[in-house]
């Protein structure tokens, strides 16, 4: 499973000039997670900071129980093993093949045999499409081929953390979507925890199960996709629709007299050239193509909102409700291509140690009701958790049904452990 990466009170200047203060959010484990922001806003600085790249001047960033912003060099080099880093540029080596820039961390990192590490950057140059181009010269391709051949390098040590600065940058649309689409199946399949900086408002709509969005040197929001959707904070809806009316400027810190020119324009009628879209409705999350394994990270995501559900604003609760229900409809409807349900469909209901209790339908209270590998239904038609029944007894006892089975705090500690082990056919669901 990826690792969680906690970050706390984190601040970076570069002499006089501050970049972001208190920064304090947690990727959790094995989720993919974007950051936006406003041009200069330091959402590069920020992802050199979580490999040690940068120093911070206060705040920490935890990972794997290691503090990296005061360990010795020594740890901090085992610390970046876990990581793959697509930086915006590629950044491979003109001079080499793309094969040689794929092998480089297998070579620098491991004592793997040639044979070996042909094995591996050939199956990575295959997982990103790149196939017959591995002798070329990063001068010799696109601008899109030679991301993918940074993502094929970002992931040959199996990373367990991948930061992504503008994986879509330089990159046509449907370009765009394919390596998007490639996250996620890559998520399916290495669990990893993932980091995607990006300006692509559809990326943010359609990949990351939690965004973030920093501006005037603060993290504005981090917390569950559908949170920042649905904001109404004015900074994030002028950025989401990409209007130039709005506290984001052309330089970071707008002028007053500009804003309030602005304001009389958008008063007049007269258009500051954003998007209509209404991006509170939410839009299902790209899952994984068939024939990926299962998103785990998906199912402990739904978990932890759950959990913490009752904590966020009303618009953010009722579009979760909904984004959870169209989840399961769908699942109904094409089974083969659910994350939850195949993991459900995984597990065995008469299992002591292991077994669900149900989804819920949505607002509505429209229930769907999936099934064990043995056709079995789940028995409690009334609870939204999947949970060992040791665990989750008190809250099953005390979930009601329909749209007031989200309203109460449920404790999903070890929530989905289980039902991941079971998924994976791993033995023993003690947690
Ligand atoms: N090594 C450095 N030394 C001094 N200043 C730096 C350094 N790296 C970045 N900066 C400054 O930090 C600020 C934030 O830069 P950064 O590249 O992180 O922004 P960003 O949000 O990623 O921007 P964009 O979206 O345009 O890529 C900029 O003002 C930049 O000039």
């Not at 009170?9 to 959790?28: A, C, E, H, M, Y």
């Not at 094995?119 to 993918?148: H, N």
């Amino acid at each position: 499973m990826g690792v969680e990466v906690t970050v706390e009170g984190l601040t970076k200047s570069f002499g006089s000039q501050n970049i972001w203060r208190d920064v304090s959010l947690t990727l959790p484990a094995g989720e993919v997670n974007a950051l936006l922001g406003p041009s200069g806003t330091g959402k590069s600085v920020f992802l050199k900071t979580l490999i040690g790249l940068l120093h911070p001047e206060q705040g920490s960033v935890i990972i794997d129980g290691t503090d990296i912003t005061q360990c010795s060099a020594k740890e901090l080099y085992e610390i970046r093993k876990l990581f793959g880093v697509l930086f915006q540029d590629g950044a491979l080596f003109g001079s080499m093949s793309l094969y040689d820039n794929i092998a480089f961390p297998l070579r620098e990192h491991t004592k793997k045999k040639e044979d070996e590490v042909r094995r591996i950057v050939m199956e990575k140059v295959e997982l990103v499409g790149l196939a017959g181009a591995e002798g070329k010269l990063p001068g010799e391709i696109s601008g899109g081929m030679r991301k993918r051949a940074g993502l094929a390098r970002a992931l040959v040590l199996d990373p367990q953390i991948i930061l992504c600065d503008e994986p879509d940058s330089g990159l046509d649309p449907v370009r765009t979507a394919y390596i998007s689409q490639l996250l996620i199946d890559i998520n399916a399949e290495i669990d990893a925890t993932i980091l995607i900086v990006t300006h692509n408002i559809n990326i943010a709509r359609t990949i990351p199960d939690n965004i973030g969005m920093l501006f005037r040197k603060e993290l504005v929001m981090f917390g569950p996709r559908e949170q920042l959707l649905t904001s109404e904070q004015p900074v994030v809806k002028q950025f989401l629709s990409g209007d130039r009316f709005g506290p984001i400027g052309m330089s970071e810190e707008k002028d007053e007299s500009v804003a309030a020119a602005e304001a009389a324009m958008q008063a007049a009628g007269i258009s500051g050239g954003g998007t209509a879209d209404d991006f509170s409705e939410i839009i299902p999350q790209v899952q994984p193509n068939p024939g990926m394994p299962v998103r785990k990270a998906a199912i402990r995501h739904r978990a932890n909102v759950l959990g913490m559900l009752h904590t966020l604003p009303e618009n953010a609760q009722h579009a979760i409700r909904n984004s959870i229900a169209e989840e399961d409809r769908r699942a109904a409807e094409s089974p083969e291509t659910s994350t939850t349900l195949v993991a459900l469909s995984q597990t065995d209901f008469n299992d002591p140690n292991a077994r669900f209790t149900g989804l819920p339908g949505g607002p509505e209270g429209v229930y769907v009701a999936p099934t064990d590998v043995h056709g079995n239904t789940a028995a409690s038609a009334q609870t939204d958790v999947v949970a060992r029944p040791d665990m989750a007894k008190t809250a099953v006892a005390q979930q009601p049904a329909g749209d007031d089975a989200f309203t109460q705090p449920i404790d999903t500690s070890a929530i989905e452990t289980a039902i991941i082990d079971k998924s994976n056919g791993q033995g023993s669901n003690q947690a």
